[in-house]
């Protein structure tokens, strides 16, 4: 029996459970192609592996040919979503430390959910113009520019707020 053209509901191994038109099958690579409906007059297609479906309904004959053509795909546009992508990944992977501690990234994490901050080596650069040296603590803050006391001092001040937090957090977990 030809299972392409059934309509289905499938339940995952995890609990999921999906219904659409069965597009393809192929038993070399154990996968299947699910066509789903979309806003629009569009359609979704999911692909699953068989051994992640715990169980098959046949819901109905579907209404197309099994030969249904694929849709058009704008190049175009698939090439600004992989730029997009490729961009942030380049992006998060510049805000993970190479050679510096877990309690640095941490440090570096926290300051970075207020402030610009960018990982230079082992310092952490906060605005372009103040400098974390390890171990970074308050006093290891310093300006690249003189007569930056004011913003020196906030950052110090939201660092000693970071690592009362990471002592407080250290001390809650059981060895």
Same mark, same amino acid.
């Given at each position: ?65 099994? /030969? ?10 698939? +090439?600004? $979503?992989?730029?997009?992508?490729? #961009? @942030? ?61 004011? /913003? ?10 970071? +690592?009362? $937090?990471?002592?407080?957090?250290? #001390? @809650?977990?059981?060895?």
């Amino acid at each position: 029996m030809d299972i392409v053209g059934l309509v289905v509901q499938l339940q995952t191994s995890q609990g999921e459970t999906v219904e659409g038109e069965v597009f393809s099958f192929d038993p070399t690579s154990n996968c299947l192609v699910l066509q789903e409906d979309a806003a629009g007059g569009k359609k979704n297609f999911k692909i699953l592996k068989i051994n992640g479906v715990k169980d098959i309904k046949v819901l109905s004959r579907g209404t197309q040919d099994a /030969m249904t053509t694929l849709p058009s795909i704008n190049m175009s546009r698939v +090439r600004m $979503r992989e730029e997009a992508a490729l #961009q @942030q990944a380049v992006a998060e992977s510049a805000r993970i430390g190479v050679g510096v501690s877990s309690e640095a990234q941490e440090i570096f994490n926290a300051l970075g959910k207020t402030l610009p901050v960018r990982w230079i080596q082992l310092q952490i650069c906060v605005l372009d113009v103040l400098h974390i040296n390890p171990p970074y603590m308050p006093e290891d803050v310093v300006s690249v520019i003189p007569g930056n006391e004011v /913003m020196l001092n906030r950052v110090r001040k939201v660092l000693e707020g970071e +690592r009362r $937090r990471l002592a407080k957090q250290a #001390q @809650q977990v059981p060895s």
